[in-house]
């Protein structure tokens, strides 16, 4: 079942970009930590760093380069027309 455009499904592809935008962004702090030499702990520098992996995590995320968004749409999208569909029958079944 192919998703169709709804205001709804926009939103939906938007907070699926966003959760693998707050992956990603996870993933690139945890890799940060594990540097040895990381003794630096200047606030100017982590706030530098903490803004590009946001930068580089909405990159990705814009891009799907992982796709785990792109699934998670798909996946949702599916189950959210399943549930349209299902209210619509109801309603022409009546009472």
Known sequence: MAPTRSPELDRLKRATQQVE???????LAQMRRGFAGQKDKDPMGEMARDMMDQAVADDFSRT????IGKLLYKNLAEAYQRQEAAKEAAKEEGP
């Not at 935008?21 to 993933?27: G, Q």
């Open 21 to 27: 935008a707050i992956f990603i962004k996870d993933l």
């Open 64 to 67: 799907g380069s992982l796709g």
